[in-house]
């Protein structure tokens, strides 16, 4: 169990429930998210071609909409706190170019989940091509004007609903 020092693992993705247009889960701990993006004119360079620097916007992009999945957000309200995910660690191994059009899925899998931080790991892929891989690792904290930034526990909420895959014999 995640709170005694071991990992956390799943067995199953749960269904997702649709509420007010988005898809919130609400059953058994999930390990991966896919979303889709379409390239658009102001994502790519002179040569029509994703430039570097927004696959960690769209790795950004994901990871909220994982979080909005199960019901929270990467800056929220707790218990009268302002809650974040500041980055620790972010970065991604290019393997092939994305194009003006094309549109990307984007999977998430959680790679490691610690009692106070989150590592994601993401694919790109076009069709059935890798467009890139890449990794990012973020901490949950408070955040206050006066106190600056203090890693907490991840809230059960969400620390509940997420878990890394389960190994593979």
């Not at 929270?72 to 706190?81: D, I, K, R, T």
């Not at 972010?90 to 990307?104: G, H, W």
């Not at 891989?133 to 930034?149: K, N, Q």
């Amino acid at each position: 169990h995640p709170r005694h020092g071991g990992a956390h693992r799943c067995r199953l993705l749960a269904p997702s429930r649709q509420r007010e247009g988005r898809s919130v889960n609400h059953g058994t701990p999930r390990s991966s998210f896919t979303t889709r993006r379409k390239i658009e004119f102001a994502d790519t360079d002179m040569e029509g071609i994703v430039h570097f620097s927004r696959f960690m916007i769209y790795m950004e992009t994901a990871e909220h909409e994982l979080l909005r999945s199960l019901g929270a957000e990467v800056h929220m309200q707790l218990e009268g706190h302002d809650i974040g995910w500041p980055r620790v660690e972010a970065n991604c191994q290019y393997l092939s170019p994305a194009r003006l059009a094309d549109v990307l899925d984007i999977h998430v899998r959680v790679a490691r989940k610690g009692h106070r931080s989150m590592t994601y790991a993401f694919t790109f892929t076009c069709d059935d091509r890798i467009v890139a891989r890449g990794r990012l690792s973020s901490v949950c904290c408070t955040m206050s004007a006066s106190d600056g930034l203090a890693a907490i526990p991840i809230p059960a909420f969400i620390a509940d609903r997420l878990c890394e895959p389960p190994e593979i014999a």
